[in-house]
């Protein structure tokens, strides 16, 4: 069974930092892409940031200079998020795409308070 275990959401004042991690349960030789997806109540689900398996990596406007993405394993991908803004609260998905499939995490919430 495929599973992405997602950690490191939360409540956090503006100006602050979280860290999100996500592990995917299955072979990292067939990854293609890990993401980092949010979508806030009433909105769309947008890409925030995204590195494919050769490190290549994509962010939102919104959050260049502010998050930074990563992978620690090679199932393993992290969302280092700085200076946070009221506008970041949203719940947040991993998004693993393979050769053959897309999978979504859980979601987990991050709120951030003035």
């Known amino acids: 069974q495929v599973q992405l275990v997602e950690s490191g959401g939360g409540l956090v004042e503006a100006g602050g930092s979280l860290r999100l991690s996500c592990t995917a349960s299955?072979?990292?030789?067939?990854?293609?892409?890990m993401g980092w997806y949010r979508q806030a109540p009433g909105k769309q689900r947008d890409l925030v940031a995204d590195?494919?398996?050769?490190?290549?990596t994509d962010y939102a406007d919104s959050v260049k200079g502010r998050f930074t993405i990563s992978r620690d394993t090679k199932n393993t991908v992290n969302l280092q998020m700085n200076s946070l803004k009221l506008e970041d609260t949203a719940v947040y998905y991993c998004?693993?795409?393979?050769?053959?499939?897309?999978?979504w995490g859980q979601g987990t919430q991050v709120t951030v308070s003035s």
């Open positions: 998004r693993i795409t393979t050769f053959s499939n897309v999978y």
């Open positions: 590195i494919s398996s050769g490190g290549d």
């Open positions: 299955f072979s990292a030789s067939s990854i293609r892409h």
